[in-house]
T-cell receptor, first 115, second 110 residues
Framework: DAGITQSPRHKVTETGTPVTLRCHQTENHRYMYWYRQDPGHGLRLIHYSYGVKDTDKGEVSDGYSVSRSKTEDFLLTLESATSSQTSVYFC??????????????FGDGTRLSIL | QKEVEQNSGPLSVPEGAIASLNCTYSDRGSQSFFWYRQYSGKSPELIMSIYSNGDKEDGRFTAQLNKASQYVSLLIRDSQPSDSATYLCAVDTGRRALTFGSGTRLQVQP
């Protein structure tokens, strides 16, 4: 399995509170991604990173921010959580080898419930 | 129009049969195509990647890509009950970030 650890694995919190999810990798991969998965929508990209301090927005970035201060850690923050952000959040990593992008591999996910 | 379309299913096949899963995409510039398998409550697991037109076989799995028609398919031969899962089609349009379909749920009946 790809060395990806997401924490926490489960979290229940209240509307309006800040929430930070952590993705930690031991593969030294350059690219890291945050997705959310909701019934009927598949996986949707929130933000991604192509290096330390280099991040970009995905399809559903509103209400989320990210930071990557070290290669191994990619943090996703909900500044003020809303019930619409209740979801399962997946982190993924990938690398480019010999000029070819390698497939993404996923962490085990974080189930976040916002009441 | 969604960028990546899949029939949500469920697709039900008997054990030992061939399961055929299909996916269409809208961006003609798409370069890389992936099939992920996801068991209920688990994370997506890569099972196939394909980058050029034609067929690619790996064990019981065959991925087929037709860029002119903008579709990619996955065939599972000798389907087993353990193949019962949701299969996600993912497309890389060149920005490295993947666009996923909503997934097709496959049920293999013993």
């Amino acid at each position: 399995d790809a060395g990806i650890t997401q924490s926490p694995r489960h979290k229940v919190t209240e509307t309006g509170t800040p929430v930070t999810l952590r993705c930690h990798q031991t593969e030294n991969h350059r690219y890291m991604y945050w997705y959310r998965q909701d019934p009927g929508h598949g996986l949707r990209l929130i933000h991604y990173s192509y290096g330390v301090k280099d991040t970009d927005k995905g399809e559903v970035s509103d209400g989320y921010s990210v930071s990557r201060s070290k290669t191994e850690d990619f943090l996703l923050t909900l500044e003020s959580a809303t019930s619409s952000q209740t979801s399962v959040y997946f982190c993924a990593i990938s690398e480019n080898r010999g000029g070819e992008d390698q497939p993404q591999h996923f962490g085990d996910g974080t189930r976040l419930s916002i009441l | 129009q969604k960028e990546v379309e899949q029939n949500s299913g469920p697709l039900s096949v008997p054990e030992g049969a061939i399961a055929s899963l299909n996916c269409t995409y809208s961006d003609r510039g798409s370069q890389s195509f992936f099939w992920y398998r996801q068991y209920s409550g688990k994370s997506p697991e890569l099972i196939m990647s394909i980058y050029s037109n034609g067929d690619k076989e790996d064990g019981r799995f065959t991925a087929q890509l037709n860029k002119a028609s903008q579709y990619v398919s996955l065939l599972i031969r000798d389907s087993q009950p353990s193949d019962s899962a949701t299969y996600l089609c993912a497309v890389d349009t060149g920005r490295r970030a993947l666009t996923f379909g909503s997934g097709t749920r496959l049920q293999v009946q013993p």
